[in-house]
């Protein structure tokens, strides 16, 4: 059943069994894992079914640290969250992942890959992405070839896309599932807890309306998102000073995201070079796409953070924009992820004229008779890096003054990481240079400069720090860490199975609970968790 | 990797054109080149390698850029022993392999931003102390 709770009547007291806080990719996982077992789930929704602006201002915020998105452009806040925009792209984290690091400090989770991999593979099911395998061998062909990477230091490695609105997809199944009422319009305005504050005895909920009303339950899940989910708990203060499940000072601490940064420009040796497989593959029904990345045994040796360069061929008329014009590199960026974004502010036609006046650039000529005297064509490839962030207790959620609609702070987001993902970046480019060139592909120049951070209209104000990187980088739109999993109390918000230390009945779900986060896009993993934490919850009920 | 200054870009790619297509374009008219004479002088025998190129122009440019970034500047005499081969035989066969080797070993110089091998850089500056311009 969906209901308006615009339309209950002021103080009313829903209960249930489990109060799920969210209707985006985790909420809706749990949840569904419940239709037609006895247990009654409360399913709480900020937003509508449809995008609404005022619902979405309540995600408004302000980026102390590092430069970084608009916190209200980053994310959707309506039935089925930002899975009504993601571009669909799944792979499990790698098993080194899951590993604790020495050379990364606070790395590792509480357990190994293979004991997700269950719920990885549940997790297909759930993204309707077939088979959970992702053996780039098994997607190479003739007409799609694996680069033939020597594999000691660099190997190919994919992923699959299938960008499924959770909202759309599952909404008839919610409605129709008579253990499980959601409640639209529904905001937590604040978590209270017993007496002794070791157990949440209800949710204070309102609509932007400004009528309150309250869920109790046996067992609450916050499924927020990883801004929302520390945001909700810090702003959570009575018999709680610094906030529920904060008694170390942990909530908030430790964000992390994917290092997104344009890292080389391939030249292929042979214009004929086939790297279909890199562009994106079909087959059975799915689509994969490849991409290098460095091996476990070289990350360990060197040192280094997980990192993945993705190929992307460009136009004729981009790829001289891409090698010669640092401004043309910033301008179809921010193209790019604008259109991602759905940011209707920023100056397309502005950015257009920067790219074409820098397809005027005729320097390739020589370069491209050089090599092929007959023909006007000449392919190059642009090689992207996500780069995993380095758990950083200094990077962090913490809330400000500025308060919202409904009277709860704004978060400020200081992101903020060091050297080490840096090093990586240069490092792994080196590497993959080096393998491009001795495999005879072809050979690479670095990108080392571009404009993409002159535009204020995309990134909101905020200090670059003194990181040294180049403005090129920025985030891979995946906000991670900031209630982190760890078994230790004093090292992690929730236990391993994300229940928040110090609370009997509080969850939470999502990417916020990653103690380290790979480069990989995270919400395969969020499903998984989330799977895993339904069986759990399964059990705690019984 | 040794990374070095800043270049023209499009100099640096005319000339890196020119010095790549040696090792990745057109080598087989360079085949049958043999390993300089031992007895010949350093100035004859960097002649022979910087004949190799089928534009010396360009890479001398680029051997010059790479010479004026190198923090310490080698001189001719160690490029013209370091590039030689121990036996004598097909110089550009030599020479590959030791790119090859370069590149597998992380032997490589960054330079404008293009990873180049060692090998590579070291010939342009053969070539451009050859013609006197570094």
């Not at chain 1, 240079?433 to 592909?441: F, R």
């Not at chain 2, 440019?61 to 310490?72: C, F, I, K, S, W």
């Amino acid at each position: 059943m969906i209901v308006d709770a615009r339309t209950l009547p002021s103080g009313v007291l829903i209960e249930a069994d489990i109060c799920i806080v969210g209707a985006g990719a985790a909420g809706i996982a749990i949840a569904r894992e419940f239709i037609g077992s006895p247990i009654r789930i409360i399913l709480l929704e900020s937003g509508g079914l449809e995008f609404d602006e005022r619902t979405q201002a309540l995600y408004d915020g302000e980026n102390t640290g590092f430069p970084y998105y608009e916190l209200d452009k980053l994310r959707t806040r309506y039935f089925g969250g930002t899975t009504n925009r993601w571009a669909g792209a799944c792979r499990p984290l790698d098993p080194i992942d899951f590993e604790k690091r020495d050379a990364v400090p606070d790395s590792g989770w509480p357990f190994d890959k293979a004991h997700l991999d269950p719920f990885y593979e549940r997790a297909h099911e759930v993204c309707q992405i077939g088979e959970y395998d992702y053996d780039p061998a098994k997607w190479g062909s003739n007409k799609h070839p694996l680069l033939p990477i020597d594999g000691d230091r660099a190997i190919t490695a994919m992923f699959r896309t299938r960008a499924l609105r959770f909202g759309q997809e599952y909404k008839e199944e919610i409605a129709e599932a008579e253990n499980i009422r959601c409640f639209l319009w529904a905001n937590v305005i604040e978590i209270e807890t017993d007496e002794g504050g070791e157990s949440v005895s209800a949710l204070s909920l309102s609509t932007l309306d400004k009528k309150r009303f309250s869920a109790r339950a046996r067992i609450y899940v916050l499924a927020t998102g990883g801004v929302e989910n520390p945001r909700i708990m810090l702003e959570s203060r009575s018999g709680h000073s610094g906030g529920i499940g904060n008694r170390h000072d942990l909530v908030g601490r430790y964000f992390m995201e994917h290092l997104s940064v344009p890292g080389s420009i391939l030249l292929p040796s042979d214009p004929e070079l086939n790297a279909n497989f890199y562009g994106g593959v079909r087959q059975g029904g799915q689509t994969g796409f490849g991409y290098l990345t460095l091996s476990e045994n070289t990350l360990r040796d060197e040192e280094l953070v997980n990192i993945r360069a993705f190929f992307s061929r460009s136009s004729m008329k981009d790829r001289e924009a891409l090698l010669y014009t640092s401004e043309g590199v910033g301008s179809a960026d921010t193209i790019l992820e604008s259109l991602r974004s759905g940011n209707r502010e920023v100056d397309f036609a502005g950015h257009l004229r920067s790219v074409i006046g820098d397809i005027d650039d005729v320097a390739m000529f020589n370069y491209r008779k050089f090599f092929q005297p007959d023909r006007d064509d000449v392919p190059i490839f642009y090689l992207y890096n996500h780069i995993e962030q380095v758990p950083d207790r200094e990077s962090r959620i913490v809330l400000g003054e500025d308060r919202d609609e409904l009277g709860l702070r704004r978060v400020q987001l200081h992101w903020k990481f060091g050297d080490r993902e840096k090093r990586t970046f240069r490092r792994a480019n080196q590497i993959i240079a080096e393998e491009l060139a001795l495999a005879g592909i072809g050979r690479t120049r670095e990108i080392r400069d571009n404009a993409y951070f002159d535009d204020e209209r995309v990134f909101s104000s905020g200090a670059q720090g003194e990181t040294g990187w180049p403005p090129g980088m920025r985030g891979g739109w995946h906000q991670m860490g900031a209630t982190r999993m760890h078994e230790n109390p004093k090292k992690g918000v929730v236990d391993p199975d994300c229940r928040v230390h110090d609370l009997s009945n509080l969850y939470v779900a999502g990417s916020s609970v990653f103690p380290t986060s790979g480069y990989t896009n995270p919400t395969l993993t969020i499903v998984a968790l989330s799977l895993r934490l339904s069986d759990h919850l399964r059990k705690e009920l019984a | 990797m040794i990374r070095l200054g800043n270049m023209s870009r499009r100099l640096f790619v005319r000339s890196l054109a020119a010095v790549m297509g040696i090792f990745f374009v057109r080598p087989s008219r360079l085949f049958g080149d043999t390993e300089p004479a031992a007895g010949l002088s350093i100035e004859a025998r960097a002649e022979k390698l910087a004949k190799i190129f089928t534009n010396r122009n360009s890479a001398a440019e680029v051997g010059r850029y790479y010479l004026d970034a190198t923090p310490v500047r080698p001189d001719l005499s160690e490029l013209v022993q370091s590039l030689s081969s121990p036996k004598k035989g097909d110089i550009l066969s030599h020479l590959r392999l030791k790119i090859r080797e370069d590149f597998a070993t992380s032997r490589t110089v960054s330079v404008d931003g293009w990873c180049l091998s060692r090998t590579e850089a070291d010939l342009c500056a053969v070539a451009a102390l050859a013609a006197g311009r570094a």
